[in-house]
């Protein structure tokens, strides 16, 4: 570990100018590219008490052992020379992103004597007019068949137009009126290229006009009383119909606009953009990053803006991207988006109307890319395996942890506290041995006595559970406050019979001091005890005034965190469905015995509870399943609840009288 001073430039020596910088390992390999508006301000600020960086800018810089810089004129060039090294050094902490799979386009290859309609994947070629990219080849193919009918463009390969040609005889598709046959000359290299240009200007966007060309092509067809011919432009005009189905109208004012949106937790981040041409989705294409660098989500936006146009010329670029955050500062960003379109570019955060809508289903697919990035990752076992092992290692067990549980605590503005537990078993959830606990030690907001609680409740009733065998009793011991309450699947919690190897908690040194406190009082030792700060996503030990960094690239990291994630998720579901059901509880959920199906009954037959409360026994008995002793119940109940008051018109001062309550 390289210590940052030994390489740090002299005072004044770093220019107060726009420029890119490159930091660089013992070994002279460029390990990260930045940009900066002013090189001196930024490159100071990577060289502070190691304390005050984020822990991956840390790890960056003493991992570094030189820094050089290259000053610009201004920050566009700045930008196109980062984009520049990034994608000729590949440096290790910058953000990269990855596709999980190759997108394919819709090509036309114009830059032949007789274009060809044709999927294409990878690098763009000059003189091809792309479209897309899809997310899959079938749905290219099947909107090409249905456009042949109209634009019979050829789409064979090479060989077949040169076998074809040899011999004088077309291809099938040349025999059923999909393709046009110029490899038997049955039109000239001028009309086939006509015909490809009209494929390409339709599916620029500009099909209406062309469709209203057909439709008046039609009736004066049928005014001219040539019924097959009007029948087959009929039929083109309906095939073209279906090809523009599939791709719906979302935006009404044929916008032309790529919209970007992010999805990221604190290791990684997924990106979707949305191609929309004339206010229709053309295509759709995703990645997803690691974010090895301290980076937020108008950072992301940026690589992102980077990766997706860097290449780019022309019409490639639309005239407006949207975007969930504009990259700081942005004019510059705007400024390289023009140069590389040669016009105008607006890139804005869409606030209303058609365009927040369909961002919002854009952010949705982001989520999901990232989501099932996550899963994938997760169900791999021998990444499991090494995530369980690097979590040994990094926190001195003597094995790895094959059963993981983590607490969390939750609550609203200190009402309604409640835990939960959840089971991770060699890294994957075990959601049957989840468990929630409600906090009623003591009253009012204090997280960490809450996980002091919950930790001691859970390893008491371990350590009953390891004196003798059989189910647990229903109802919680008496000194325990609040018993656990059954898990998502609605079983009681039956056995705390399995230790795990190590208890997580979400939170820093408070926590995990209440959570090993509770352990040693119960005099339990082989379980490890560690927390997981999310702020910085740092791994806190029991007595340790330093928490444990574990590589970004750590598998065992990204466990925890899943770990962590899910516990959190658990105990939030748990108190928004109690804090529903409270706001929701009546004077009839305090009649003991009277459950669900006859309080709607009561009610159903009454019409309110004030009806109920003003009725006599007997008129509660001619209730459907009330008994008299539950009528009893029910009228004792409702006459010592103290009825509400009444509600007052504050104008006139007259009691309103409501029928329903």
């Not at 660089?24 to 190691?50: M, N, P, T, W």
């Not at 927040?356 to 169900?379: E, F, G, I, P, Y």
Request: aromatic letters at 6%; hydrophobic letters at 40%.
């Amino acid at each position: 570990m390289a210590d940052p001073s030994s390489y740090r430039p002299k005072p004044g020596q770093i220019p107060d100018s726009p420029g890119v910088y490159k930091f660089r390992d013992e070994h002279g390999r460029v390990i990260y590219v930045g940009k900066a508006k002013s090189l001196r301000q930024r490159l100071s600020s990577y060289f502070q008490d190691l304390a005050g960086l984020h822990p991956r800018t840390r790890t960056m810089v003493t991992t570094a052992a030189s820094v050089e810089w290259t000053v610009v004129s201004t920050e566009v060039e700045a930008l196109q020379l980062e984009y520049s090294w990034i994608k000729e050094y590949d440096p290790r902490f910058n953000v990269k992103y990855r596709d999980d799979k190759s997108y394919p386009s819709l090509a036309v290859t114009l830059n032949e004597e007789f274009p060809r309609v044709q999927v294409m994947r990878g690098p763009k070629k000059k003189g091809v007019r792309y479209f897309g990219p899809y997310a899959h080849a079938w749905a290219i193919r099947e909107t090409v068949d249905l456009m042949l009918r109209v634009f019979p463009v050829r789409t064979c390969s090479a060989g077949v137009f040169k076998r074809s040609h040899q011999i004088g005889r077309p291809c099938l598709l040349g025999y059923i009126g999909k393709c046009s046959a110029p490899c038997v000359g049955r039109v000239t290299p001028e009309e086939h290229r006509e015909l490809a240009e009209e494929f390409c200007d339709f599916m620029a966007g500009r099909t209406g006009a062309y469709i209203r060309r057909l439709e008046q092509r039609m009736h004066d067809a049928a005014e001219e009383m040539e019924y097959e011919k009007a029948a087959r432009l009929r039929d083109d005009i309906e095939a073209l119909r279906r090809a523009m189905e599939k791709n719906a109208v979302v935006l009404a004012d044929a916008t032309d606009a790529d919209l970007i949106a992010v999805a990221e937790d604190e290791l990684e981040a997924a990106v979707q953009i949305f191609h929309v041409r004339g206010g229709r989705v053309r295509g759709q294409r995703g990645w997803v990053t690691d974010k090895v660098e301290a980076v937020d989500t108008a950072g992301l936006v940026e690589h992102a803006l980077q990766q997706l146009y860097g290449e780019e010329s022309g019409d490639a670029v639309p005239k407006e991207v949207l975007v969930p955050a504009l990259p700081e500062p942005a004019p510059p960003v705007v400024q390289w988006l023009t140069g590389r379109r040669g016009s105008r570019v607006d890139l804005r955060v869409p606030q209303r109307g058609d365009k927040k809508d369909l961002m919002t289903t854009v952010q949705r697919n982001a989520q999901q890319a990232l989501a099932l990035h996550k899963t994938k990752r997760a169900s791999d076992l021998t990444t499991r395996s090494r995530a369980l092992e690097e979590i040994a290692e990094a926190l001195g067990l003597d094995s790895a942890p094959l059963r993981i549980e983590c607490f969390d605590i939750s609550h609203l503005q200190g009402q309604d506290v409640v835990a939960s537990m959840v089971v991770f078993e060699d890294g994957l959830a075990r959601k049957s041995e989840y468990r929630r606990f409600q906090i009623k030690g003591f009253e009012g907001q204090d997280d960490v006595r809450s996980m002091h609680e919950v930790v001691g409740r859970r390893f008491r009733r371990y350590l009953r559970e390891s004196l003798k065998t059989g189910e647990w009793a229903e109802e919680a011991p008496a000194d325990e406050p609040g018993g656990e309450v059954p898990a998502e699947n609605g079983d009681r919690p039956k056995r705390f019979a399995y230790p795990p190897q190590l208890v997580v908690v979400d939170g820093g040194q408070p926590q995990v001091a209440a959570a090993q406190r509770a352990l040693d009082e119960l005099g339990v030792t082989d379980v490890a005890v560690c927390g997981l700060a999310k702020r910085l996503e740092e791994v806190w030990l029991p007595g340790e005034d330093d928490p444990v960094v574990l590589p970004r690239t750590s598998e065992g990291l990204y466990l925890l965190q899943r770990v962590r994630d899910e516990a959190h998720r658990f105990a939030i579901a748990y108190q928004r469905g109690k804090r529903s059901r409270s706001m929701k509880a009546g004077p009839l959920d305090a009649v003991p015995g009277l459950g669900e199906t006859r309080k709607q009954a009561l009610l159903k037959h009454f019409g309110s509870v004030k009806r109920l409360r003003a009725a006599t026994v007997e008129e509660i008995c001619a209730a459907p399943g009330i008994g008299r002793k539950t009528a009893e119940t029910v009228a004792a109940a409702l006459a010592a609840a103290a009825p509400p008051a009444p509600a007052v018109n504050t104008a006139t001062g007259e009691i309103m009288d409501d029928a329903e309550e």
